[in-house]
């Protein structure tokens, strides 16, 4: 089974737009004092910070600092108990996560969430919204648009399935499939919506090596195109390698910000991770 | 798809050849009969398919029906139409059944006879469905004649009980009824009759079969504080509702159903309990036929008949068979014709048991008039295959179900013009 | 009204017994177990059981119906309903537990609930039995108010239990384990409960505490086939109401369901009874979906 | 026509009309995962709609609107999606077995409704003598018989050929996602509770569908006839033949129905007279015994369910 990278050129046709053509304001995400609590417990207390348009920017932190909750968040998973998040100057924190994505911003999670009984190419066909065939009765008074829009919405997807080095496994049921290829099978789908902004809950963890290049190289091939990143990530070659700018969070707060080389120089950044490790 | 056509086909084979072997085997005729044996009648079914079962066990004895073998084949409905009608398409399309004794409760009886054994020709006879809406269906041509019960209906009951409370001098009664066409149309009539004697009557509560409490229904009828309670039960539910009426101090001044005469109401409530309560029923307790009906039960099962549906499961059986007899064939057209010939009229009387049946052969193969008096007395069928009979009053005496009083034909009539 | 009132405490407080059990599987199996009604009526026909068996129903203890007999038939039947609910849990749930859908565990107990309600049918058959049938009068309290002394026994009895419950869940090891099993299964699992062994006293405590109401029901009013199928929208009813996981809470919701549905007849025709609980979970769902007392596991998503 | 071929027309018309149930339990249970306890009720509230607006107006009852068939059956229809929708709405946002739960309690209150509410539903006596449409057309029930089973043949192949159109569409694809990951469907610009009720009251009204048929067919209803075993009967027909699957569906709903008539005609044989009383339960043990066995051993069904389901993908 290829897992290895696809040809360059061959990514080059794929249809997914460069955003960065329509100026700084498209795909910036913006949090400011975000709250989320369960109970006593303030999870996320208060985070501010701003992920640029068009840039990547990494988001680190001891284990249980807050920020998959954060992400969740975001995303809409959970109602924020304070604050905002806006993006491209549109609040989006107090929507659900169905209009969070209509909005712009897509998502991975920690843990793939493939839909397991499904193949790989039907995971990703499932990700237009307003499809004409999501309509039950357009299947039985519009087939003809219904097949076409299918015809179409199949030949993109297997683009960027291709993209994504997946095809050899396109019709494989997700489930049965390497965690890592399921990793890719998160960033097929969210590619398939298009975003502005993409949030990628550890794209590396439990990733081998080669396929965490290929997941490295499409991040910055789709950066180069202007798409926005905000990503988790423990493993710190990762992230010093692609990110522009690092969020450094601890007990539910932002201790530090600023460039790799900034960040890492910092006392506090230093003395979370030894504490992280230590408890 | 092959898997549908397979258990298709499977059922046609084990159908088919059910259907074979009873061809070989020559001389057979099927009887069938839809009960409750499980649901919501579950109490009293089965002893009523006894009875049944009874019936044709004694003709087989007195050497079968035009010589041949009766088979009772008996088939539950569950308490529900579907199951019965079910259960009653398969006995006669495939069983071949010319006649159909069924079911208990009217609203199974009802379907069946309007979708299966009307239009196929097969004569219906049922031992306990009383619902008015038959006489109704008969009178408008809907049952074309195949339609009998052994049974009166509810409307001479309903006069008799009320015009006994006239005479206890009951003032003021509460009704409670069990929520089905039979509890329904008895506490109306029981009402109007009631009403019409100048009794009070407080309320008319119905319960919901199979409830494990009945406690908010009998609160309801205890308000008005009755000196008097007309139950419309069956045993199990009956005893419940009773029980609880009793424990939070209602009169025992009670008036009970016919279905309520069964020994499994009298042990749950406690006899004590009810030295003041009376019932009605058609079933006789004394004269010869009754005897001879009591005897041979009493030496099939070791205990006495006491339970609803009997009596008159046992008549419903004897005449169907005595009308094959007589007409000579197994055939639902000619049972439907030959019925009024061996009941009611001034021919030989024949009473329950192998002896009688044997005697009614012999008389039949001679060509003379029968006439049959059955467990419940003698029975005659009007135009709409109803009967009317005499009643016995039942109370509880010594711990045990006793006969009180007993009304004729005429008394009951009386009664009834009364209340015109 | 008042003897509404007294009614409905008294059915609330067996419904509050069966919701105990329903409301700790619920919390802390995460599925809604329709075959917990049934063993509710299994406790009951279990100690009728002992009572035919041994033959023995010695004197009553005056002023109540029942004699030192019943009390250690129900102690059989609470083991016997205990075992009943460990077997289904090894033979159904325990294979059905990994499957991807977790609904799969509640179809499974849909079926379970119709096999234990006929397995009873079959050995002790559809009529209405009685533990004794000696009838009890209720006593006059008050003006419109009778209350039998079986009535009374069942209300203290109640009461004990709910104390020595809360009692074990504040104070031991293993109830300690429970509730934090039920509030979040995550974490304790990373602090090390057996899940196993409280899963296991999950099922032993609901199923005896079930047990017990099955014979308060049988003592009561009657035993049947059915009771536990004519309980089982009450028993959820009430443990939604009062939140699910949280104990006290279903004691709460029982006693609501319990009183609703008696005083409830007072206006509506006896008949419709019965929807009454589903009313009060429709409501329930609508207006405030975690319950009164807001469940460990509330009505969210978990 | 002889015997067995008279009550073989009269057996598929009752399993073809479950079909129909089954069919749409199985877009809820199979493809969107929605575990409906009361199926009964909904068939129920179709019967009794039907029955309601088709039947002659009669004194003592409310309804007696005299429609004709088929717009009876779309009122009776139009009924079973208000309930679904108001079921729906409480409990669709919340835990899955709320779903469960609520529709459990429907079928009992439906079954109240219509054992209490007399002067709507004739109460325990039920409504009788409906008309069933197009019966003066025919001389003999038998040939009726065969009609009837011609339009319950047709309307259940309609419903197969819908279903799977749409299942086979992007639309089957949204359902089984919601199903597989409900977070991830949400993640992706999903509202999976507006899928979920839409899947519910869809399944909802062809369950009223069927009743609605049943009215036409057997000219009568009555609370007994939608007593809660057929909840149970109908689940066993799905499982068994594989839920995900319409085909499986039709074949369960027949194979059960024929498991359930053959082996009441065999206890009726075989078993003593006495023992009789224990049949029926051994017959309600049977169904109880197919749903868990299956579940277990065979959770696919007889027939399983398609990998891919939007015919686009293959």
Same mark, same amino acid.
Request: charged share 20%.
């Given at each position: 089974m290829s897992e290895s990278l696809p040809p360059?050129?061959?990514?080059?046709?794929?249809?997914?737009?460069?955003?960065s053509a329509e100026g700084a304001r498209r795909g910036r995400l913006e949090a400011a004092g975000v709250v989320k609590t369960f109970g006593a417990n303030r !999870?996320?207390?208060g985070v501010s910070f701003a992920a640029e348009a068009g840039r990547i920017t990494g988001l680190i932190g001891p284990n249980g600092a807050g920020k998959t909750t954060l992400f969740n968040a975001i995303a809409g998973e959970y109602a924020l108990d304070g604050g905002s998040v806006r993006l491209d100057g549109t609040?989006?924190?107090?929507?659900p996560p169905y209009r969070v994505f209509s909005n712009g911003l897509a998502r991975t999670f920690q843990i793939p969430r493939p839909f397991?009984?499904?193949?790989v190419l039907e995971n990703v066909m499932?990700?237009?919204?307003?499809? !004409?065939?999501?309509?039950?009765?357009n299947s039985w008074i519009r087939p003809g648009t219904v097949a076409r829009e299918e015809r179409q919405n199949r030949e993109r997807a297997r683009e960027i399935i291709e993209f994504c080095g997946l095809l050899p496994v396109e019709?494989?049921?997700?489930?049965?499939?390497s965690g890592g290829q399921q990793k890719l099978v998160e960033l097929a789908r969210a590619l398939m919506a298009d975003p502005k902004v993409l949030l990628l809950d550890e794209?590396? !963890?439990?990733?081998?090596p080669a396929l965490l290049d290929t997941i490295v190289d499409r991040i910055v091939e789709l950066n180069k195109r202007g798409l926005t990143f905000l990503i988790i990530e423990h493993n710190m070659d990762f992230i010093m390698s692609l990110c522009d700018h690092i969020v450094v969070m601890a007990t539910g707060r932002v201790i530090a910000e600023g460039t790799p080389k900034e960040v890492i120089a910092q006392p506090q950044v230093i003395e979370a991770y030894l504490g992280g490790a230590v408890a | 798809m092959k898997s549908m056509i397979a258990s298709g086909l499977m059922g046609a084979g084990l159908v088919l050849s059910g259907a074979a072997s009873a061809q070989a085997q020559d001389c057979k005729i099927a009887v069938g009969s839809v009960l409750s044996?499980?649901?919501?009648m579950a109490a009293i079914g089965s002893a009523i398919g006894d009875a049944g079962k009874l019936a044709i066990d004694h003709f087989n004895e007195a050497g079968g029906v035009n010589g041949c073998e009766v088979n009772f084949i008996l088939r539950d409905d569950q308490g529900s139409p579907n199951v019965g009608v079910d259960a009653a398409k398969t006995l006669v399309e495939?069983?071949?059944?010319?006649v159909l004794l069924g079911a208990i409760q009217s609203g199974v009886s009802l379907p069946i006879l309007t979708s299966v054994t009307v239009p196929a020709k097969v004569t219906q006879i049922s031992c306990?469905?009383?619902?008015?809406s038959f006489t109704e269906l008969a009178r408008e041509g809907g049952t074309q004649g195949y339609w009998f019960r052994t049974l009166p209906t509810d409307r001479p009951q309903a006069a008799v009980l009320a015009t006994i409370a006239a005479e206890k001098g009951y003032k003021k009664i509460a009704v409670i009824h069990v929520n089905s066409d039979y509890g329904v149309s008895l506490a109306t009539r029981f009402r109007d009759d009631a009403e019409k004697l100048?009794?009070?009557?407080?309320g008319v509560t119905p319960y919901n079969q199979?409830?494990?409490?009945y406690r908010a229904e009998v609160n309801a009828a205890l308000q008005a504080e009755p000196d008097a309670l007309f139950l419309v039960a069956f045993p199990a539910d009956g005893a419940t509702v009773a029980r609880e009426w009793i424990s939070f101090g209602?009169?025992? +001044?009670l008036i009970l159903s016919n279905?309520?005469?069964a020994d499994e109401f009298v042990e749950s409530v406690g006899a004590q309990y009810l030295e003041n309560a009376y019932g009605i029923d058609n079933?006789?307790?004394?004269?010869e036929s009754v005897e001879a009906f009591n005897t041979s039960w009493k030496d099939a099962k070791?205990?006495?008949? +006491?339970?609803?549906g009997l009596h008159v499961m046992y008549d419903a059986a004897a005449v169907a068979l005595l009308a094959m007899e007589q007409a000579g064939e197994a055939d639902g057209t000619a049972i439907r014709d030959n019925i009024r010939k061996v009941t009611g009229g001034e021919g030989e009387p024949i009473y329950p048991g192998a002896e009688g049946f044997k005697k009614a052969k012999t008389l039949i193969a001679e060509g003379k008039p029968i006439r049959y008096v059955g467990a419940t007395g003698p029975i005659t069928f009007d135009e709409n295959g109803d009967v009317t009979g005499p009643y016995l009053i039942y109370g509880v005496k010594d711990g045990e179900l006793a006969t009180l009083d007993r009304w004729d034909k005429a008394r009951v009539e009386a009664a009834l013009e009364k209340l015109q | 009204m008042l003897q509404a009132i007294a009614d409905g405490i008294l059915s609330g407080s067996i419904i509050a017994l069966g919701a105990i059990g329903l409301t700790l599987t619920m919390g802390?199996? =995460?599925? /809604? #177990?329709?075959?917990h009604a049934e063993l509710v009526t299994w406790g009951a026909y279990m100690a009728l059981g002992v009572l035919s068996l041994t033959g023995a129903f010695m004197g009553p203890l005056a002023p109540f119906s029942f004699g030192v007999p019943l009390l250690m038939a129900t102690l059989v039947a609470m083991v016997a309903t205990a075992l009943l609910a460990l077997a289904i849990d090894w033979l159904v749930y325990r294979p059905l =537990?990994? =499957? /991807? #859908?977790?609904?799969t565990l509640v179809f499974g107990s849909f079926g379970v609930s119709l096999l234990v309600r006929m397995v009873i049918l079959l050995l002790f058959g559809g009529a209405a039995q009685y533990y004794s049938n000696t009838l009890q009068i209720a006593m006059?309290? /008050? %003006?419109g108010l009778r209350i039998m002394p079986d009535q009374i026994f069942t209300l203290g009895l109640t009461a004990v239990i709910v104390v020595a419950l809360h009692l074990f869940l504040q104070k031991t090891r293993l109830g300690l384990s429970m509730r934090a099993l039920a509030e979040n299964p995550e974490l304790a699992r990373v602090n090390g409960i057996d899940t196993r062994h409280v899963v296991r006293w999950t099922w032993i405590i609901g199923a005896s505490l079930a047990a017990i109401a099955g014979v308060l029901y049988g003592l009561t009013v009657q035993l049947r086939p059915e009771i536990g199928f004519h309980l089982l929208l009450p028993l959820f009813a009430a443990a939604i109401l009062g939140g699910v996981g949280n104990v006290f809470g279903a004691v709460i919701g029982g006693l609501i369901v319990g009183l609703a549905e008696s005083i409830s007849v007072l206006f509506i025709p006896?008949?419709?009874?019965?929807a009454v609980p589903f009313m009060i979970l429709l409501l329930v769902l609508y207006? =405030? %979906?975690?319950g009164i007392f807001a469940g460990t596991v509330g009505g969210g998503k978990s | 026509m002889t015997g067995f071929a008279a009550y073989l027309v009269f057996f598929l018309i009752v399993a073809l009309t479950y079909s129909i149930v089954v069919m749409g339990l199985n877009i809820q249970w199979?493809?969107?995962g929605l575990f409906n306890a009361g199926v009964v009720g909904f068939f129920a509230i179709g019967a009794y709609g039907t029955a309601i607006l088709v039947g002659p107006d009669r &004194?003592?009852?409310?309804?007696?609107?005299?429609?004709?068939f088929p717009l009876a059956v779309l009122g009776g229809m139009a009924l079973c999606a208000l309930a679904a929708l108001i079921v729906g709405l409480a409990t669709? *946002?919340?835990? @899955? @077995?709320y779903l469960a739960i609520a529709t459990f309690g429907i079928a009992i209150s439906i079954q109240l409704v219509a054992l209490n509410f007399e002067s709507l539903t004739?109460? &325990?006596?039920?409504?009788?003598g409906l008309p069933r449409p197009l019966?003066?057309?025919?001389?003999?029930p038998a040939g009726y018989n065969l009609f009837y089973l011609g339009v319950v043949a047709v309307m259940a192949g309609l419903v197969y050929w819908a279903l799977e159109t749409a299942v086979r569409s992007p639309w089957g694809r949204l359902l089984k996602a919601v199903r597989e990951d409900e977070t991830a469907a949400r993640s992706l610009g999903r509202n999976p509770a507006r899928v979920r009720l839409e899947v519910f009251v869809l399944g909802c009204v062809l369950m009223g569908l069927a009743g609605g048929l049943y009215v036409g067919f057997i000219g009568y209803v009555s609370p007994?006839?939608?007593?809660?075993?057929l909840t149970f009967q109908i689940w066993a027909m799905l499982i068994v033949g594989g839920s995900g699957n319409n085909r499986g569906a039709i074949v369960g709903a027949v194979g059960v129905w024929a498991l359930w008539a053959m082996s009441g005609l065999a206890i009726s044989r075989f078993l003593p007279v006495a023992y009789q009383s224990q049949g029926g339960a051994i017959q309600v043990i049977l169904i109880g015994l197919l749903i868990v066995l299956t579940l277990i051993f *065979?959770? *696919?069904?007889l027939i399983g369910e398609a990998e891919s389901v939007s015919k686009h993908a293959d």
């Open positions: 360059g050129d061959s990514a080059s046709g794929l249809s997914i737009r460069a955003s !999870a996320v207390d609040e989006i924190g107090s929507l397991a009984g499904m193949t499932f990700v237009p919204e307003r499809q !004409a065939g999501e309509r039950f009765w019709r494989q049921l997700a489930g049965s499939i794209p590396g !963890a439990g990733v081998n | 044996i499980t649901g919501s495939i069983e071949k059944v010319p306990c469905s009383s619902a008015p100048g009794i009070e009557v407080t199979e409830q494990a409490s209602g009169s025992q +001044n279905a309520l005469r079933a006789q307790v004394e004269g070791g205990s006495d008949p +006491n339970g609803p | 802390i199996l =995460r599925f /809604a #177990n329709f075959a =537990r990994g =499957r /991807a #859908n977790h609904l006059k309290v /008050a %003006p006896a008949g419709y009874k019965l207006i =405030r %979906p975690t | 199979g493809y969107t &004194a003592h009852l409310i309804g007696g609107f005299g429609l004709p669709l *946002r919340l835990r @899955e @077995e004739g109460g &325990a006596q039920g409504l009788v019966f003066g057309l025919f001389d003999s007994l006839d939608f007593l809660p075993i *065979r959770p *696919r069904g």
